[in-house]
């Protein structure tokens, strides 16, 4: 099963020889796929100013090779929604230690849609609720596409919007603010068959934390005997 690492700041070295296949594989699906030519750039390499030493990634990994990945910021630092797209959000941009961004959520193209074990879109999403749970975040703000709402819906992530839907380069796009919290982590991890916390926390023993216990020695809600 493909492991997904969480990157940042304090451990980042263990993981430099991964970035620049990372920065290319972001410009081969949001430039070169997805068309997102404001991205471009002339060395093939996807880097916004997000990319920053508070970034923090999660990277997924099968057999040494990324597969997918996802981004969070915290959103006491400049983000997406706050320098870009601040007219998406009704109110002022959410800014709060226990608010982090999420972006340049990808599966590499030959991993997308698999049915085989636990997709990986799924683990992912999966993932990050594991590591806001760990640190203490009660939300994600997200600036997403409105196809991404169904998605989230059917696995559960509650999704509140928090501002109207415009068309930006011929895409649907909102702001939205959603839910981490360990219900959903749990039910997360029953869809996908995940009996124990699954990220890799590797040169990160500094980090302030909260360890997950396994699933299933969470208190489960009563089940009313059938009569
Ligand atoms: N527009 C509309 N719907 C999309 C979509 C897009 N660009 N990309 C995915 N979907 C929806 C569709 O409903 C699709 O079903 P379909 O096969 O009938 O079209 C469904 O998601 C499944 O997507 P798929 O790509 O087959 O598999 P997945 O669920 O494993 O991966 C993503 C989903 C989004 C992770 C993957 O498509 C990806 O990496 N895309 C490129 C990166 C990206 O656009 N990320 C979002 C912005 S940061």
Redesign the pocket.
């Known amino acids: 099963m493909p492991e997904i690492h969480v990157v940042q700041r304090d451990n980042r070295r263990l993981y430099e020889n991964y970035f620049d296949p990372y920065f290319r594989l972001r410009h081969d699906?949001?430039v070169k796929?997805?068309k997102w030519m404001a991205l471009d750039r002339p060395d093939g390499r996807e880097i916004d100013q997000f990319d920053t030493e508070d970034a923090v990634y999660l990277f997924c990994l099968d057999g040494g090779q990324l597969i997918?990945a996802m981004r969070a910021l915290p959103t006491l630092l400049p983000t997406l929604m706050s320098d870009i797209f601040p007219y998406l959000s009704l109110r002022r941009p959410i800014r709060r230690p226990d608010v982090y961004e999420l972006?340049?959520?990808?599966?590499?193209?030959e991993?997308?849609?698999?049915h085989a074990g636990p997709?990986?879109?799924?683990l992912?999403l999966t993932a990050i609720m594991e590591y806001g749970i760990s640190i203490g975040l009660t939300g994600f703000s997200i600036v997403?596409?409105s196809?991404?709402l169904p998605?989230f819906e059917r696995c559960g992530w509650r999704a509140h919007p928090l501002g109207l839907p415009q068309m930006i380069d011929g895409m649907s796009v909102l702001a939205v603010l959603v839910d981490c919290d360990e219900t959903t982590w749990r039910s997360l991890c029953t869809q996908i068959g995940l009996t124990s916390p699954t990220l890799t926390w590797h040169g990160l023993t500094g980090v302030n934390r909260q360890i997950l216990p396994d699933i299933s020695l969470l208190h489960s809600p009563t089940v009313q005997p059938a009569r």
Not at 111 to 114: A, D, N, T
């Open positions: 699906i949001y796929q997805r997918g972006s340049r959520i990808f599966v590499i193209p991993r997308r849609g698999e997709r990986v879109e799924m992912l997403l596409e196809w991404w998605r």
